[in-house]
């Protein structure tokens, strides 16, 4: 896709060119800024806006923040179009027009959810400068304390033993449903798929209903930590796997291939080859569907009920998690609750961000990608190798033509230099 | 892709549908017989991950509908088409709430996808080079900002600001019934600012802020794999930026936007908790979008879960699986379209 650049290097003259022969082979330009479409770009803005303040102020019953600025966003546009149409044809002008209204698109969405980020971080500023936020839970507190009493350390425990217990669960399981969808494929394995798919957007109350009427109604078991880690479990198990089989199928079928020609067993294949290869894309898998797990709220408001007390055992008694803090604190009509509860949103929020930074340093390499000490590590194991292949064939046999008395010696130090991961030890001869 | 398939061939079940696979049909070795038992185990062990994988997502749908048994023979088909939620006087129906839901995620879809179009158009060919990296990555970080960080947001600043647009939108366009407000007069300023509060509309809003980023991050994968071929064909044919969007880009992509649109549309109709915390429920069917009051499947059952009997629970249980059925038929389009379009994984080959 790297192909397009901004100017296509392909030789391409402008196409209104008359003299075209004459001329050296020029990049024909697209996109990017040129002089003029900045001049009549700054042209249009200042007469939009002016247009629009004439508008409001003198000629038309018009009123409102909102109107007045999608007005003048419109008469931007008419003008724009109309200072573009001056100099180029219609095929340009559209483009030109669409270019803004994409670079438009796209200035709204995020600006809209750094809106939303930065209003929960900045509602949280109340509350998060208290060191007993964090240390304290808010069974002592009652909803007109002051923010110097209580805390969410009760709601960060709950998150974080529901988060472990549904990794526990859903790590094992994903990652080997992954495996199986791409190893042993068939009618079976694709039907997995299907439903797997499906799934992904399950509603989460959904998985909350299906919990609660398996463990709590049919098994008659209380609603605790553990329900609430097997109902996000539910809801995170197809996003793990879909994620994981994406990058389980991104694995270079010539590792796979090597190892399959050096005689490995599939099993082998699977855990020495696929799965060191796509390491860092299943890391990524599953940081990603924990940061979905660890803020949902409906499942664990349907399995894990309330609580203000600090509990650590998931196996009995309720337990609450930092959405689900978030979601009692503003229910609540007390300006401090709300704090509270922007507070843990915050807490929340910059939880999620932590773990989606470190999906993004661990999966940023692709599949076979190696930090340097990951290299070294491979490198090492792969002398360990070469010296235990040696060893093995050491007297006389000819699977390998080289001399078995000079082999063991100076194998290992050849093969000590090369770092490349894909290559197996067996490949050297 | 290609390559997966060759090793897969291996496997007992040699079909015919691997593709690629004529170049390693004269293989000599006969695999088959070169696997031993950790092999076969190890299979076994797969095999047997998928059934329980399969037993769990199976059980959802089946221990739902064992517990909405009860509820679901008690109404029969008025299920379907009673709007009030009484279930312990035996008289209750998910019309009301269901038609919230549609509701709420039409508008949520109708105001999200084309910023998520554009924007994933944005990121694909028109933001400057060393931008995109960081975008995308943006995108994908908004698609895991958790739902109540969105419901907060709703209940605390959209609600206040948005009253201005929905009385705009109800005084000029009051004339279509979706945009009515009962009690309100077009131009007349004294009217209560509460009527437009906790609307489908404002939950809308803020669950379209929440699949945007959803949205756009399949639209974009879609559309960054067009392939590059046709798009300099385009502009060696002359073609501007647009003009190559659309010409190519768009149409590759259309699988990816439908499919991209249903996937948020899933996500929108199983919202829960932002929806929870901006509507005021109300248990009729309520089309007109600016108003205060609406419903819907997931926060009817956020709401009384607690107080719930035995067949009020039912009721609830039988309330989502009506959720689980629709979102899975919508789930299931979504990925049969793009599955079949030229878009998506299936064209790298």
Same mark, same amino acid.
């Given at each position: 896709?790297?192909?397009?650049?901004?100017?296509?290097?392909?030789?391409?003259?402008?196409?209104?060119?008359?003299?075209?022969?004459?001329?050296?082979?020029?990049?024909?330009?697209?996109?990017?800024?040129?002089?003029?479409?900045?001049?009549?770009?700054?042209?249009?803005?200042?007469?939009?806006?002016?247009?629009?303040?004439?508008?409001?102020?003198?000629?038309?019953?018009?009123?409102?923040v909102l109107g007045f600025t999608v007005t003048a966003y419109l008469a931007f546009l008419a003008?724009?179009?109309?200072?573009?149409?001056?100099?180029?044809?219609?095929?340009?002008?559209?483009?030109?027009?669409?270019?803004?209204?994409?670079?438009?698109?796209?200035?709204?969405?995020?600006?809209?959810?750094?809106?939303?980020?930065?209003?929960?971080?900045?509602?949280?500023?109340?509350?998060?400068?208290?060191?007993?936020?964090?240390?304290?839970?808010?069974?002592?507190?009652?909803?007109?304390?002051?923010?110097?009493?209580?805390?969410?350390?009760h709601a960060m425990l709950g998150s974080l033993i529901m988060i472990t217990i549904a990794l526990?669960?859903?790590?094992?399981?994903?990652?080997?449903?992954?495996?199986?969808?791409?190893?042993?494929?068939?009618?079976?394995?694709?039907?997995?798929?299907?439903?797997?798919?499906?799934?992904?957007?399950?509603?989460?109350?959904?998985?909350?209903?299906?919990?609660?009427?398996?463990?709590?109604?049919?098994?008659?078991?209380?609603?605790?930590?553990?329900?609430?880690?097997?109902?996000?479990?539910?809801?995170?198990?197809?996003?793990?796997?879909?994620?994981?089989?994406?990058?389980?199928?991104?694995?270079?079928?010539?590792?796979?291939?090597?190892?399959?020609?050096?005689?490995?067993?599939?099993?082998?294949?699977?855990?020495?080859?696929?799965?060191?290869?796509?390491?860092?894309?299943?890391?990524?898998?599953?940081?990603?569907?924990?940061?979905?797990?660890?803020?949902?709220?409906?499942?664990?408001?349907?399995?894990?009920?309330?609580?203000?007390?600090?509990?650590?055992?998931?196996?009995?008694?309720?337990?609450?998690?930092?959405?689900?803090?978030?979601?009692?604190?503003?229910?609540?009509?007390?300006?401090?609750?709300?704090?509270?509860?922007?507070?843990?949103?915050?807490?929340?929020?910059?939880?999620?961000?932590?773990?989606?930074?470190?999906?993004?340093?661990?999966?940023?390499?692709?599949?076979?990608?190696?930090?340097?000490?990951?290299?070294?590590?491979?490198?090492?194991?792969?002398?360990?190798?070469?010296?235990?292949?040696?060893?093995?064939?050491?007297?006389?046999?000819?699977?390998?033509?080289?001399?078995?008395?000079?082999?063991?010696?100076?194998?290992?130090?050849?093969?000590?230099?090369?770092?490349?991961?894909?290559?197996?030890?067996?490949?050297?001869? | 892709?290609?390559?997966?398939?060759?090793?897969?061939?291996?496997?007992?079940?040699?079909?015919?549908?691997?593709?690629?696979?004529?170049?390693?049909?004269?293989?000599?070795?006969?695999?088959?017989?070169?696997?031993?038992?950790?092999?076969?185990?190890?299979?076994?062990?797969?095999?047997?991950?998928?059934? *329980?994988?399969?037993?769990?997502? =199976? &059980? $959802?749908?089946?221990?739902?509908? !064992?517990? +909405? /048994?009860? @509820?679901?023979?008690?109404?029969?088909?008025?299920?379907?088409?009673?709007?009030?939620?009484?279930?312990? *006087?035996?008289?209750?129906?998910? =019309? &009301? $709430?269901?038609?919230?839901?549609? !509701?709420? +995620? /039409?508008? @949520?879809?109708?105001?999200?996808?084309?910023?998520?179009?554009?924007?994933?158009?944005?990121?694909?060919? *028109?933001?400057?080079?060393?931008?995109?990296?960081?975008?995308?990555?943006?995108?994908?970080?908004? /698609?895991?900002?958790?739902?109540?960080?969105?419901?907060?947001?709703?209940?605390?600043?959209?609600?206040?600001?948005?009253?201005?647009?929905?009385?705009?939108?109800?005084?000029?366009?009051?004339?279509?019934?979706?945009?009515?407000?009962?009690?309100?007069?077009?131009?007349?300023?004294?009217?209560?600012?509460?009527?437009?509060?906790?609307?489908?509309?404002?939950?809308?809003?803020?669950?379209?802020?929440?699949?945007?980023?959803?949205?756009?991050?399949?639209?974009?994968?879609?559309?960054?794999?067009?392939?590059?071929?046709?798009?300099?064909?385009?502009?060696?044919?002359?073609?501007?930026?647009?003009?190559?969007?659309?010409?190519?880009?768009?149409?590759?992509?259309?699988?990816?936007?439908?499919?991209?649109?249903?996937?948020?549309?899933?996500?929108?109709?199983?919202?829960?908790?932002?929806?929870?915390?901006?509507?005021?429920?109300?248990?009729?069917?309520?089309?007109?979008?600016?108003?205060?009051?609406?419903?819907?499947?997931?926060s009817l059952i956020a709401l009384h879960y607690g107080d719930a009997s035995t067949f009020g629970?039912?009721?609830?249980?039988?309330?989502?699986?009506?959720?689980?059925?629709?979102?899975?038929?919508?789930?299931?389009?979504?990925?049969?379209?793009?599955?079949?379009?030229?878009?998506?994984?299936?064209?790298?080959?």
């Amino acid at each position: 896709m790297t192909v397009v650049e901004e100017t296509t290097t392909a030789p391409v003259e402008a196409p209104a060119a008359p003299e075209a022969a004459e001329l050296p082979d020029r990049p024909r330009r697209i996109g990017g800024p040129t002089r003029s479409g900045v001049l009549s770009l700054t042209g249009a803005a200042v007469s939009g806006f002016c247009l629009t303040v004439l508008l409001f102020g003198e000629l038309a019953p018009f009123s409102g923040v909102l109107g007045f600025t999608v007005t003048a966003y419109l008469a931007f546009l008419a003008v724009y179009a109309v200072l573009t149409g001056l100099e180029e044809n219609g095929q340009a002008v559209r483009d030109r027009v669409m270019t803004v209204v994409l670079w438009t698109a796209a200035t709204l969405l995020f600006s809209g959810l750094a809106l939303v980020v930065g209003f929960t971080a900045w509602r949280g500023r109340e509350a998060l400068p208290h060191g007993n936020f964090f240390t304290q839970d808010m069974q002592a507190s009652g909803p007109l304390d002051p923010l110097t009493h209580g805390g969410i350390l009760h709601a960060m425990l709950g998150s974080l033993i529901m988060i472990t217990i549904a990794l526990a669960i859903t790590v094992p399981l994903g990652l080997t449903c992954a495996v199986y969808l791409n190893q042993i494929p068939g009618r079976f394995s694709r039907f997995v798929r299907t439903i797997v798919e499906a799934m992904t957007a399950l509603p989460s109350i959904v998985a909350g209903l299906m919990v609660y009427a398996t463990w709590i109604l049919i098994l008659g078991m209380q609603k605790s930590g553990l329900a609430a880690a097997f109902a996000i479990s539910v809801m995170m198990l197809p996003i793990v796997i879909r994620a994981a089989d994406v990058v389980l199928r991104l694995v270079p079928g010539n590792l796979t291939e090597a190892a399959e020609a050096l005689g490995a067993p599939r099993w082998r294949t699977v855990w020495h080859v696929v799965l060191p290869t796509a390491r860092s894309g299943l890391a990524t898998a599953v940081i990603l569907g924990t940061a979905r797990g660890i803020g949902e709220t409906s499942p664990v408001l349907l399995t894990a009920g309330f609580t203000a007390a600090l509990n650590a055992d998931p196996t009995s008694g309720p337990m609450i998690s930092l959405p689900l803090a978030v979601f009692n604190f503003v229910k609540s009509p007390q300006p401090t609750m709300i704090a509270r509860g922007f507070g843990a949103a915050a807490v929340l929020m910059a939880l999620v961000l932590v773990l989606f930074a470190i999906a993004r340093v661990i999966g940023g390499r692709g599949p076979g990608h190696q930090t340097r000490r990951q290299a070294r590590r491979t490198a090492r194991a792969s002398r360990r190798d070469t010296a235990r292949f040696a060893e093995l064939h050491a007297p006389g046999l000819t699977l390998f033509e080289a001399d078995p008395q000079v082999a063991p010696f100076d194998r290992p130090t050849g093969s000590a230099t090369d770092e490349d991961p894909g290559q197996k030890p067996g490949e050297t001869h | 892709m290609a390559a997966t398939h060759h090793e897969s061939d291996r496997t007992d079940s040699d079909r015919p549908e691997s593709d690629g696979s004529e170049s390693d049909r004269p293989a000599p070795r006969r695999p088959r017989a070169a696997r031993g038992l950790g092999d076969r185990i190890f299979r076994l062990q797969l095999t047997a991950t998928g059934v *329980v994988v399969l037993a769990i997502m =199976a &059980a $959802v749908g089946l221990f739902l509908l !064992l517990r +909405a /048994a009860q @509820a679901l023979r008690a109404t029969g088909f008025s299920f379907l088409t009673t709007a009030e939620w009484q279930p312990d *006087v035996h008289h209750f129906g998910i =019309a &009301a $709430v269901l038609s919230g839901t549609v !509701l709420i +995620a /039409a508008v @949520a879809v109708a105001l999200s996808v084309p910023l998520a179009v554009g924007t994933a158009l944005f990121i694909s060919d *028109v933001a400057p080079r060393p931008l995109r990296r960081t975008l995308v990555t943006m995108v994908d970080l908004m /698609a895991a900002v958790p739902s109540v960080v969105y419901g907060l947001w709703g209940l605390f600043f959209l609600q206040q600001h948005v009253i201005g647009l929905s009385r705009w939108l109800s005084d000029w366009f009051g004339w279509i019934p979706l945009f009515t407000v009962d009690g309100t007069q077009p131009g007349e300023p004294l009217a209560s600012e509460s009527v437009y509060t906790a609307s489908t509309f404002v939950a809308g809003i803020v669950v379209a802020l929440m699949v945007a980023p959803i949205q756009c991050s399949v639209m974009r994968e879609v559309f960054t794999q067009a392939p590059a071929g046709e798009r300099e064909g385009a502009y060696a044919l002359g073609a501007t930026r647009w003009g190559m969007i659309r010409s190519v880009v768009l149409p590759y992509g259309k699988g990816g936007i439908i499919g991209g649109t249903m996937l948020g549309l899933g996500r929108a109709l199983g919202e829960t908790i932002a929806v929870y915390l901006i509507i005021s429920p109300v248990f009729v069917i309520q089309p007109h979008i600016l108003q205060t009051g609406s419903n819907s499947v997931s926060s009817l059952i956020a709401l009384h879960y607690g107080d719930a009997s035995t067949f009020g629970m039912s009721a609830l249980m039988a309330a989502g699986l009506a959720l689980f059925l629709l979102t899975l038929a919508v789930n299931f389009t979504a990925s049969s379209i793009v599955a079949r379009s030229r878009s998506g994984a299936q064209s790298e080959a």
